[in-house]
Nanobody, 124 residues
Framework: QVQLVESGGGLVQAGDSLRLSCAAS????????MGWFRQAPGKERELVAF????????YYADSVKGRFTISRDNARNTVYLQMNSLKPEDTAAYYC?????????????????WGQGTQVTVSS
């Protein structure tokens, strides 16, 4: 079993930055891809960013490209999401997710493990 614990959400103004962190513990094995989803009220959950096991491959939703950066520290089993130039439309619950093995970004959309979520609210 794997546990994911997020931190770093909050209330900010448009244009501000936030950094989300997610620490994984448990049986992550030799390969464990990680990423971030978000879900706003009344909207479907969407994959925001994904990073491969090695960190060599990343994916971003079009809506966040150029503003968000995903990174990981494998020694700490931690993934980060640096969010810059935040917009009100970025307001959502953000969920860290993980999937064992070496999935592609498309395959990662069916993640195996989920964090509890952290709220990000961007005021205009």
């Amino acid at each position: 079993q794997v546990q994911l614990v997020e931190s770093g959400g909050g209330l900010v103004q448009a244009g501000d930055s936030l950094r989300l962190s997610c620490a994984a513990s448990g049986r992550t094995g030799s390969g464990f891809a990680m990423g971030w989803f978000r879900q706003a009220p009344g909207k479907e959950r969407e994959l925001v960013a994904f990073i491969s096991v090695s960190g060599g491959s990343t994916y971003y939703a079009d809506s966040v490209k150029g503003r968000f950066t995903i990174s990981r520290d494998n020694a700490r089993n931690t993934v980060y999401l640096q969010m810059n130039s935040l917009k009100p439309e970025d307001t959502a619950a953000y969920y860290c997710a993980g999937r064992a093995g070496w999935p592609t970004a498309s395959e990662f959309k069916a993640a195996d493990y989920w964090g509890q979520g952290t709220q990000v609210t961007v005021s205009s």
